[in-house]
C-alpha cells in the first residue's frame, strides 16, 4: 500500500479544513481500504471523519428521514422508522454485504461504492475508470456482472450498491456540504453515467463531503420490495434487482417508483416506465410492457446479454410481489 | 497480558495530525489499554497479530470477504482487515483471547466443540467471534436464519451445518 498522511477530523469543519489535493475521507473503510490495498485507490492523505456527529437518524419536519451520513448500514436497516416507513431500504441493506460489513460500511460510503469490475480492480488490466485514456478491458473481456443499461464505449461498469438502488425508488436526496456551504442533490442526479469521461461518477467535487441522506415522507398506502437476483443466496453482489415502491387503488397503479440495480453504470431508475404503469391495471401484460421499456435501450456486451431477459423477469416479478396481498406494506 | 505497547521513536503527539513515522492511538483489547504509535497504513488486524502478538484473529483473503479476521469494535463485529488502527482511538476491542480460556471455555467455544462445528479450524476464531455477536443481533429464528447472519464467514472445510447447529445449540441455551 501506498503511504500517505493521516489526520482525524473533530468537526465537520475541521474535515473540510483538512481536505486538500489528493486527500480522501475514510468512513467505514469497507471500499476504501480495500481498494487501497490494490493500489486502486492511492489517496496522498487520508481523513478520518468517523468522529463527526453524522451518525443520527432523525425525523425532518416535512416527515421525512433525514439519514447522517455516517449511519451504518446495520444501523438503518434495523432502525424501527426505516423498517414501518422505508422497508424497500431495510431489505435492500441487508441482501447486500456481510453482518461484519453492513456494521462498518456508512450511508455515505455506500453511495460512494465503487465498482466491482475485475478489470477495474486490477492495477495490471486497462481502465478508462481507474486511468483515464489507458482503454477499457472489460467490453471484451469477462463482463457477465457488468452493465447493459448507461454505458459507453469507454465504460460499462456497474454501481454495486443495492442501498442505492433502493434510494433511487425512495427518491431519496444527498446533502453535500464544502467550503460554499451546503448544497442538495435528487441520488437521481447525483450519479452520473460514464460518457466520455469514466472517472467522474458522481456529482461531488473534490473537498466536497456527504452529510446525510434525506427520505422524502412515504406514500401514503404504498408497498415495496427489493428483490435481488445473484449467483448465490447471501453475500453475493446483483446480476439484477428490482426496488418498486407503488400506491395500488382499485386494481390499479395510482403511483409507482420504479429503480434497477446490478445492469447500470448508475442505479437505473425509470420515469417512462413509471408513466406507464400509473392509471392502468394491476396486469401481468402492463407489468412486462414496463419491463419492455426499462431495457428499452441495453446494449449487451459479449458474456451480458442474458441479464436483458434477467432484468426483465426480476422487475415483473417484483411488481407481481408488489401488488399481491401477500407483498410487504 | 498486554499493559503498554509503545514504539520507542516515537513522541507523544496531541495534536490531530500524523507525526513523522506514526500516528497516535489508545484503545482497550480483551481489557487491557494499550497505547500505539502506529504506520497510518497499518490495519487493525495487522496489529493485532503483529504488534500485540495477539494471532488468534487470523488472515484469509485480507480484503473483507472470509470473515476470518472478524473481532468485536465497541460490541459490534467487524472485519479488522478493513479497517486502519488508527481509526480505533477510544475503542473498546475484542479478539478470540478474551473470549474464554481452555479450562473455562465460552459457551459457543463449548458448542463448537460438542457440535464438531470445524476441521482445519483456521476459520473458527472468525467463526467464534460472528456467532457471539450474533447472539445480540435481530437474526431471526430458523437454520437459515443463522446461516444467513453467518454468511460473512467462509468454511473452507465446509463445516456449515455443525457449525449452524452449535450457534443454535447456544441460542436455545440462552432462553432457557
Redesign the interface.
Known sequence: ?N????????TLD?ALA?SSDGATF?A???TL??LM?LDVEVPAK?I?I?HLPLREITLTAAGGLRIGALARN?DVA?DATVMRDYPVLSEALLSG?????R??ASTGGNLMQRTRCLYFRDPAYACNKRSPGSGCSAIDGFNRNLAILGTSKHCIATNPSDQNVALSALEATVQIRGAGGERTVAIDDFYLVPGDTPERETVLEPGELIVSVTLPPPLAGSKSTYLKLRDR???EFALASAAVVAVVSGGAFERVRIALGGIGTKPWRDRDAEKALEGKPVTPENFASAAQIVLRDAKPASRNAFKIELAKRCLVHALTLVTNAGARS | MISQVIVPEAEPSPSHASPPGGFSVTFTVNGDRVELVVDPRSTLLDTLRETLDLTGTKKGCDHGQCGACTVHVNGRRINSCLSFTAMHDGDTIATVEGLGAPAALHPMQAAFLEHDGYQCGYCTPGQLMSATALLDEPCGPSDADVAECMSGNICRCGAYQNIVAAIQSVRKQAEA
Not at chain 1, 503511504?3 to 477530523?9: D, E, L, M, T, V
Not at chain 1, 454485504?97 to 460489513?101: E, I, K
Open positions: 500500500m503511504a500517505f498522511s493521516f489526520s482525524r477530523a473533530a475541521e483538512q475514510v467505514g473503510g469497507t481500504i480495500d490495498k487520508v478520518d468517523n446495520s434495523h454485504a456481510s453482518a461484519q460489513l456494521n462498518m443466496a447471501s453475500y
